[in-house]
């Protein structure tokens, strides 16, 4: 996964990331940084849990997700007042990064998840 968030800053560098201005490429660093701390900490709530209850495990999983975004938000919002990075790079960057980990971390998790058994067969 970090490989990942690094061979996309490698290309976004390479497509236009280096012609904005250093506060920009801070945010976007930021914004990836944050992306990719969100990712690893899922991923270990759901390794930790799997293992667990039912129950342990939803609420590792769901408890988790409430709790991630609410750090999200708090690192988002200090980011922007407390070291005044501009807001748009920081939030494509974020959003950017999101949405391509939750892609991947849904396609391993359907890969090791065994399928549900079908009712009424």
Known sequence: MTGVAVSLLVLAWALGLRKLDVASRWAALYGSG???LNTILAHFLVRWSASRSTNVFLGAVLGGMVGRMAILLLAVVAGIVLLGLP???????????????????IT??????????RVGR
């Open 34 to 36: 944050l992306a990719v």
């Open 87 to 105: 807001r748009l790079p920081l939030a494509v960057s974020l959003l950017s990064y999101f949405v391509l980990f939750l892609v991947m971390e």
């Open 108 to 117: 391993i998790l359907h890969r090791h998840t065994p399928a549900f058994p």
